[in-house]
Structures are given as structure tokens and as C-alpha cells.
Nanobody
Framework: QVQLEESGGGWAQPGGSLRLSCTAS????MGWYRQSPGKEREFVAS???????KYHNQAVRGRFTISRNTGNTAWLQMNNLKPEDTGVYYC??????????????WGQGTQVTVSS
């Protein structure tokens, strides 16, 4: 029902930066989860549909920043990347929950690799 177009990702050295973007087919709370092989999918960050509130996993707090425009596009600026940030990042939308606790729709995912 809700389509997500996700872009960005790639490779960065430790301490480097990448920026992810995601555009939804509507205006909802949205953000990202990530998953590494053999690990559970992990919440990264979310932003409310108006952009008034932002939430970041403490593992990325101070390094990653989520933002959005007045429409349906969000960005995840990832600074000071660490190898443990490596994984597939999935944009997600939650129609009902501002904290993206139970996402209803998922993007296709984009690979982020942090290595020297």
C-alpha cells in the first residue's frame, strides 16, 4: 500500500560519513532499521510525520541524525561511522506509531559497509 524508495549506502572508512534517503508515497512517521548477518533487526532512528520529534538508538546517538522535509522524504546522516555500523539498512514506515515500534511497510534495504 505504501511504497518506499530508498537510496544511499555504500562503503566508508571508519570515521567516515554516508547519507541515506527514503521517500514514501505518503506522509508518515518513518525511519530506519538495520540488520547484520546472524543478528536481530535493530531500530536505528525515526522521525514523526511532522518532524517535531526524533528518536535515535543510543548506539548511534551523537553520530547519526535523522531529518525530513515537509513532504515525504527523510534522510539519515551517518557520521563517525564504525565497523559495527555495517549492515543492511531498511527504511520503514509506521502508520500508527510515532516511534516506529511496529513498522507497517519496508523498503528494499541498502547495504552499508564500514571497513578499512
Amino acid at each position: 500500500q505504501v511504497q518506499l524508495e530508498e537510496s544511499g549506502g555504500g562503503w566508508a572508512q571508519p570515521g567516515g560519513s554516508l547519507r541515506l534517503s527514503c521517500t514514501a508515497s505518503g506522509r508518515y512517521a518513518m525511519g530506519w532499521y538495520r540488520q547484520s548477518p546472524g543478528k536481530e533487526r535493530e531500530f536505528v532512528a525515526s522521525i514523526t510525520y511532522k518532524g517535531a520529534n526524533k528518536y535515535h538508538n543510543q548506539a548511534v546517538r551523537g553520530r547519526f541524525t535523522i531529518s525530513r522535509n515537509t513532504g515525504n522524504t527523510a534522510w539519515l546522516q551517518m557520521n563517525n561511522l564504525k565497523p559495527e555500523d555495517t549492515g543492511v539498512y531498511y527504511c520503514a514506515v509506521d502508520v500508527s506509531n510515532a516511534r516506529l515500534e511496529r513498522p507497517d511497510y519496508w523498503g528494499q534495504g541498502t547495504q552499508v559497509t564500514v571497513s578499512s
